[in-house]
């Protein structure tokens, strides 16, 4: 995996958290508008549409740059869209990285000619 590749990978999986914890977050004040007089949607919305707009760049350079099947590349754009998405994203974004990692060294090291 090259550096570029990584980066993308590693800037999707940044943006990832905080996009699902604005997801929640804007839920709360959505409940807390038609319950209470506090109206934190506009903000909140503003926050979860921006960090929003950045997981979808992200994730397009990333499917771009690591040549995801169409399989893995939905499966990344559907945990966007789900509250609790975002952290299974992340999970699994991390787990890939090491994994990436472990196999750039193998290959280094000659243990395997993966």
Known sequence: MDIKTASALRR???VSGPEAISFLLLLVCSVLKRTT???AVPVMGAVHGFLFVLYVLFW???????KWSLGTA??????????????FAERRLK??????VIASRARTEGVVNA
């Open 74 to 87: 939905a499966f990344y754009f559907l945990m966007s869209v789900l509250p609790t998405g975002g952290f």
């Open 12 to 14: 999707l999986r940044l």
């Open 95 to 100: 787990r890939e990285a090491e994994d990436a």
């Open 60 to 66: 397009a350079d990333a499917w771009n740059r690591a």
């Open 37 to 39: 007089d506090f109206n």
